[in-house]
């Protein structure tokens, strides 16, 4: 089994930014990749952002320029920079990893930019 536990959510004024991070531990042999969805009250859960184990990255358009992505292998860890926050990213950040077929799911950050 792997967990993966999130930090860095919060509150944040539009304009802001805010690092996420989220750590993997437990049964990890081969991470296919890692990233984040987020998750906005009555709307579908949405890829944000992933980083694959070879390094390549894919964003959602909406917030391609402003998020970046990034890891560190060594420590299982996978890290989400927001700058230029606007009120549309509120919502919970879910991290999401992909190991041999399996998907794997932390608990979720909040995130709320305020206008």
């Known amino acids: 089994q792997v967990q993966l536990v999130e930090s860095g959510g919060g509150l944040v004024q539009a304009g802001g930014s805010l690092r996420l991070s989220c750590a993997a531990s437990?049964?990890?042999?081969?991470?296919?990749?890692m990233g984040w969805y987020r998750q906005a009250p009555g709307k579908q859960r949405e890829l944000v952002a992933r980083?694959?184990?070879?390094?390549?990255?894919n964003y959602a358009d909406s917030v391609k320029g402003r998020f970046t992505i990034s890891r560190d292998s060594a420590k299982n860890t996978v890290y989400l920079q927001m700058i230029s926050l606007k009120p549309e990213d509120t919502g919970v950040y879910y991290c999401?990893?992909?190991?041999?077929?399996?998907?794997?799911w932390g608990q979720g950050t909040q995130v709320t930019v305020s206008s």
């Open positions: 999401n990893l992909g190991q041999r077929g399996t998907r794997y």
């Open positions: 437990g049964s990890i042999f081969g991470i296919d990749y």
């Open positions: 980083i694959s184990a070879g390094g390549d990255t």
